[in-house]
Nanobody
Framework: VQLQASGGGSVQAGGSLRLSCAAS????????MSWYRQAPGKQRELVAT???????KYLNSVNGRFTISFDNAKNSVYLQMNSLKPEDTAVYFC???????????????WGQGTQVTVSS
């Protein structure tokens, strides 16, 4: 199972970016998908998370500006980021709990990071 993230880039404050992350490989189901971020010198933090049929949850500082969505048919999660601020600058990582084929347990998978840079 692999997660492939894309969509990072550089924007000015107030701009928008959309991150995408697709799961591939052999698996039975995806239990949950999330986006984390890590700024230089800081710990990785949970930005947004969504489970099938559940209400998305957000980091307080991005609530109202970011929207996470999960496309079950495409095994993908998206993060629409609007009204970006310089403090949103970080490497963003997608994460998913997935039950691989042949397993009864879900495992924690991470995609490669994608850089988001917001200039003032």
């Amino acid at each position: 199972v692999q997660l492939q993230a894309s969509g990072g880039g550089s924007v000015q404050a107030g701009g928008s970016l959309r991150l995408s992350c697709a799961a591939s490989g052999s698996f039975l189901s995806i239990d949950n998908m999330s986006w984390y971020r890590q700024a230089p010198g800081k710990q990785r933090e949970l930005v947004a998370t969504v489970a099938a049929g559940d209400t998305p949850k957000y980091l307080n500082s991005v609530n109202g500006r970011f929207t996470i969505s999960f496309d079950n048919a495409k095994n993908s999660v998206y993060l629409q980021m609007n009204s970006l601020k310089p403090e949103d600058t970080a490497v963003y990582f997608c994460n998913a709990y997935i039950i691989p084929s042949g397993s009864r347990l879900s495992y924690d998978y991470w995609g490669q990071g994608t850089q988001v840079t917001v200039s003032s």
